[in-house]
C-alpha cells in the first residue's frame, strides 16, 4: 500500500513544488532504500509514476509521464533547444543520473530520442524550395540547427538522407534531399566548386548543397544517399542548359564571345578550365555531343569530328593561316582567358576532342569539304606548302591518306591551275622544255616561287608522281604516236626521239634500250 500512496504524493507535489522547481520536485523522487524492508519500494514507486505526468517536458513546458520523455546524450544537449517546438518531450531541467539509472532499475526505463527517431520526425517527401524563414517546421529555420540536425541523423552510420528536409542550397533556400524541385541536390569537391558553382552553373545555384554543409559533411559525404556527386559525366550532360542547345538548334551554333548571357567566352574558359582537372583519358564520352569548340566563322563546333576546327600553334605562318581561311578550313579562335584555357585543356587532354592542326588532321577537312573554292595561286601553294612539309609524317609505314592526297586537285601546275595527281599525264618536270607535239601535259610547279624545288621529293618520294625524264618522254611519244594526224608530226616527234636517246640512256639504262631496240 505503501507505493501507491507515495506515487499519489509525487503526483500532487507537481503543483506545490514542481511548478516553481521542477529540479527540487525530482529530490523527491526515491532512487533505492537502505532499510532491508523498503528495498524494493523504490521501484515500486517509480513503476507506480512511470505513467503519470510528473516530469516537465522542454515541449511547452507541459507536464508528461516518464514513459513519454527522450533523452539525449550530454554531448548532443543542443539539440533540446533546436526541437523545443516539435513536440519531443526532453525533461526540462534534465533528470539526476541516479534517477534515469533507478527507472532503468526498475524496469521502466526512459527512452533515448535516437538519430532514427530524428530521420523519422522530420521525413518529408516532397520538395519544399522555400526560404529557412518559411520553413515548415522551426527546427527548420536556422542553417546552424539545419547542421546540426543533419550531423545527428547521420551520427549512427545511416547516410540515407532521401525525404529529410535539410538541404540548404547554394542560394540559401531549403530543400528536401532526394525530392528537390531541381530533381536532385548535388554536391561539388572544393577543388572544383568555384568553377561548377559560380561559375559554369552560377545561373543555377538551387542544383548545389551549400558551402557550408559540404564542408561540415565532408568526411562522409560521398556515402550520402539522395545527395549525389557532381561527377564529370553529369557536368558534361548539364551543360545543354547554360548552353542553351539542342536537337532542334542550328548548327554550326552561333555565338557572340561577348555577349552578356551564356555561353560566352567567360562562360567557355571556365568549361575548358573544369575540363582539365578531369584525369588523363577520363573526359566523359557524351562530351562529343555538345558545339564548345569556337571556330573562327562565329561558331560553335562539336568536337572530336572531322569538321571541328582544329587548333593552329603559335608557329603556323600567316600565309597559311590565311589560305586555309580561303578554303574554309575551321580553326578555332580563342583570346585571352579562353585562348589560355584551351592551352590548359590541350596540355591535360591531347588531341581528345580538340585536335591540332597537323597535315592528318588537314587532309580529313579537306575531304569533308564539299567544293574546293576557286583558284587562286598564293592560297594554293601556301596549302601545298604545308602538306609538303611534314617528312616525318611522310615516312610512317601505317600512312593512310596517299589515295586522299592524289584525289584532292590542289596542286598547282606551270600553268597557274589545279590539278590532281590520280589523273593521266601529271607530272614532275623533268628539268627540260617538253616538245610541242607532246601534247597537253600538266606539269607541277615545284614550289611557291618559280625555280623553287621544296616540293619535288614531297611528289617522287611520297605521292609517287612520274618525273618527265627524256625516258619518260620518248615513252609518252611512242604511245601517242599512233594518234598524230599527219606525217609531219610524226617526223617530229621521231627527230625528238632520236635526238634524246642519248640523254635517256643516261637516266634510265635498261628502258632506253629497250625503246632503242622497239624503234
Known amino acids: ?28 523522487f526515491p532512487t533505492s532504500c537502505k532499510n532491508a524492508v523498503l528495498e524494493h519500494l523504490a521501484n515500486y514507486v517509480l513503476q507506480q509514476v512511470y505513467s503519470r505526468p510528473v516530469v516537465r517536458s522542454v515541449y511547452q513546458e507541459t507536464w508528461v509521464s516518464p514513459q513519454s520523455l527522450k533523452l539525449l546524450a ?20 534534465a533528470l539526476p543520473p541516479a534517477l534515469v539509472s533507478a527507472f532503468k532499475g526498475a524496469g521502466q526505463p526512459i527512452s533515448r530520442f535516437t538519430p532514427s527517431d530524428l530521420r523519422s520526425l522530420l521525413h518529408n517527401p516532397k520538395s519544399l524550395g522555400c526560404e529557412l524563414k518559411d520553413a515548415p517546421r522551426p527546427c527548420l529555420r536556422k542553417a546552424s540547427w539545419i547542421l546540426l540536425l543533419l550531423q545527428y541523423c547521420t551520427s549512427d552510420g545511416s547516410y540515407d538522407l532521401r525525404g529529410l528536409p535539410l538541404a540548404i542550397l547554394e542560394n540559401g533556400n531549403l530543400e528536401t534531399f532526394g525530392y528537390a524541385q531541381a530533381g536532385v541536390v548535388f554536391w561539388v569537391p572544393s577543388t572544383v566548386r568555384s568553377l561548377l558553382v559560380k561559375q559554369i552553373f552560377g545561373n543555377y545555384p538551387h542544383w548545389f548543397l551549400n558551402e557550408d554543409l559540404t564542408h561540415e559533411m565532408a568526411l562522409n559525404i560521398d556515402q550520402c544517399e539522395g545527395l549525389p556527386q557532381l561527377y564529370p559525366a553529369s557536368v558534361v550532360t548539364n551543360l545543354k542548359i547554360p548552353l542553351r542547345f539542342n536537337k532542334d538548334s542550328a548548327y554550326p551554333y552561333p555565338w557572340d564571345p561577348s555577349d552578356a548571357k551564356t555561353p560566352n567566352q567567360t ?28 571556330g573562327n566563322s562565329g561558331h560553335l563546333y562539336k568536337g572530336g569530328g572531322v569538321d571541328a576546327p582544329l587548333w593552329p600553334t603559335p608557329d603556323v605562318p600567316t600565309a597559311l593561316l590565311q589560305a586555309l581561311k580561303y578554303f ?7 583570346v585571352g582567358e579562353l585562348k589560355a584555357a584551351i592551352q590548359a585543356f590541350l596540355h591535360q587532354h591531347s588531341n581528345a576532342f580538340i585536335f591540332h592542326l597537323t597535315v592528318p588532321d ?10 574546293l573554292p576557286t583558284y587562286r595561286a598564293k592560297e594554293y601553294k601556301a596549302l601545298v606548302s604545308y602538306l609538303a612539309s611534314d617528312r616525318q609524317w611522310q615516312l610512317r609505314d601505317d600512312n593512310i591518306y596517299k589515295p586522299e592526297l592524289r584525289a584532292l586537285a590542289i596542286y598547282p601546275t606551270l600553268n597557274n591551275q589545279p ?14 622544255t617538253p616538245p610541242t607535239i607532246a601534247g597537253s601535259l600538266k606539269l607541277l610547279a615545284l614550289g611557291p616561287t618559280a625555280g623553287s624545288q621544296e616540293w619535288h621529293d614531297f611528289y617522287t618520294d611520297f605521292l609517287g608522281v612520274q618525273v618527265l625524264d627524256h625516258c619518260a618522254m620518248i615513252k609518252h611519244l611512242l604511245e601517242t604516236y599512233s594518234n598524230l594526224n599527219n606525217p609531219t608530226q610524226q617526223l617530229e616527234a621521231l627527230t625528238w626521239i632520236r635526238d634524246h636517246l642519248d640523254l635517256a640512256q643516261s637516266e634510265q639504262p635498261s628502258y632506253a634500250t629497250a625503246y632503242r631496240n622497239t624503234l
Open 1 to 28: 500500500m505503501l507505493a501507491p500512496v507515495y506515487a499519489e504524493l509525487l503526483t500532487q507535489l507537481v503543483d506545490d513544488i514542481g511548478r516553481q522547481n521542477p529540479a527540487q520536485l525530482y529530490r523527491y
Open 362 to 371: 588537314l587532309i580529313e577537312s579537306l575531304l569533308y569539304l564539299e567544293q
Open 74 to 93: 550530454p554531448d548532443w544537449k543542443q539539440l533540446r533547444t533546436v526541437l523545443q517546438a516539435e513536440g519531443v518531450h526532453f525533461p526540462d531541467p
Open 419 to 432: 590539278t590532281a595527281l590520280d589523273v593521266e599525264k601529271v607530272y614532275v618536270p623533268g628539268g627540260y
Open 267 to 294: 562562360w567557355l574558359a571556365a568549361v575548358y578550365r573544369y575540363l582539365a582537372t578531369i584525369p588523363i583519358g577520363c573526359l566523359p564520352d557524351n562530351l562529343e555531343e555538345f558545339p564548345l569548340v569556337p
Open 328 to 334: 574554309k578550313i575551321p580553326l578555332i579562335e580563342a
